[in-house]
């Protein structure tokens, strides 16, 4: 885990213990801790964060001047490639779907002020051809594009959540389960090979914000086993004890379309324990945690973690 980083994240977040939330959660809930990758400062925050420091590294060995990425108007993703950009003095052209507000607001906002050039298409499936058309402009124009996929969910990125696990063993937490926003995959790809790597025989969920859960963890398992084989083993050595596990139950009407229990969960987390998650990602998240705790699916004496991915602002 060793790969060379671009310093973006400059600390490593904190684990805290969410025993207002517990109590809320009745008397068999339990013990329940937070990862706090919310509180990663760089470009507004969030775990991409961790993602864009290694595949801006590798952006940079290619010789890159121009990075250019997809996602949906709101995404945490491009406006974290957006400040990445602004930081080292690079281009960054953003192909979002959806329609944008008139003002920008939110991450669109930021993504303006951070000097992105944005280009706005109607629907998800129209990104990878807009992106393929600004790659070729910039080397029409003699500069070096770099294509990021959505979410930053390469190996190379997801190996930026893998670096994650270590600070769980810094703070002295084994949690017994992980549990976590899902979408592109790569960060859940990451936290299983980073338990495997640490010999963590934590059992990581991922609550899908918008993907069925097979077709999921079907690409969750890909990205493990690209990210064995960069590291110079074989797939399937990344694994880890557990099946690779997506809870898709909080989906609702898809991304970026909140349900009742993402709406009970933000409002329980804030009223118990002063964080804030966001709509999109981390209510839906909570919402599957709280759904497990309800339902008994975990005894008292385990230690469940949820990993705040940030996204505050979108």
């Known amino acids: 885990m060793s790969k060379p980083a671009v310093d973006l994240a ?3 977040t904190p684990v805290e213990r969410l025993a207002r939330l517990e109590q809320a959660l009745g008397p068999d809930a339990p013990r329940l801790l937070v990862k706090r990758d919310d ?3 760089f470009g507004g925050g969030g775990n991409k964060v961790r993602k ?9 060995r290619a010789g890159a001047d121009t990075l250019i990425t997809c996602g949906a108007v709101g995404s945490n993703h491009a406006r974290v490639t957006a400040a990445t950009g602004a930081a080292l003095g690079w281009r960054v052209i953003l192909v979002l779907n959806g329609v944008a507000p008139d003002p920008p607001t939110g991450n669109l906002r930021l993504d303006h002020l951070f000097g992105a050039d944005v280009r706005i298409v109607p629907r998800r499936e129209d990104r990878a051809a807009a992106m393929e058309a600004a790659a070729d402009e910039v080397r029409r124009a003699d500069h ?11 190996p190379v990125g997801a190996m930026g959540m893998a670096r994650a696990v270590p600070e ?4 002295r937490v084994t949690p017994d389960v992980i549990i976590h926003a899902s979408s592109s995959g790569g960060t859940q790809a990451g936290l299983v090979a980073g338990c495997a790597l640490v010999g963590s025989r934590a059992h990581v969920i991922g609550v899908s914000a918008d993907e069925p859960a097979e077709a999921l963890a079907t690409h969750v398992e890909q990205l493990i086993d690209s990210m064995a084989v960069a590291l110079g083993g074989r797939a399937g ?6 099946p690779i596990t997506t809870d898709d139950s909080q989906v609702g009407g898809g991304y970026g379309v909140s349900t009742p229990a993402a709406t009970e969960a933000t409002t ?10 966001d709509s999109v990602y981390g209510a839906k998240a909570m919402a599957g945690l709280i759904a497990r705790v309800r339902a008994g699916t975990f005894t008292k004496d385990q230690t469940v973690l949820f990993w705040h991915t940030g996204g505050l602002i979108g």
């Open 39 to 41: 509180l990663l400062a």
């Open 52 to 60: 864009l420091q290694l595949i801006a590294a590798e952006a940079r």
């Open 168 to 171: 769980l063993g810094m703070d």
């Open 268 to 277: 329980l987390l804030a009223r118990t324990e002063g964080i804030v998650i």
């Open 10 to 12: 400059r600390h490593r």
């Open 237 to 242: 050595t990344l694994l880890g004890p557990h």
């Open 144 to 154: 070096v594009p770099f294509v990021i996929p959505v979410g930053g969910s390469t």
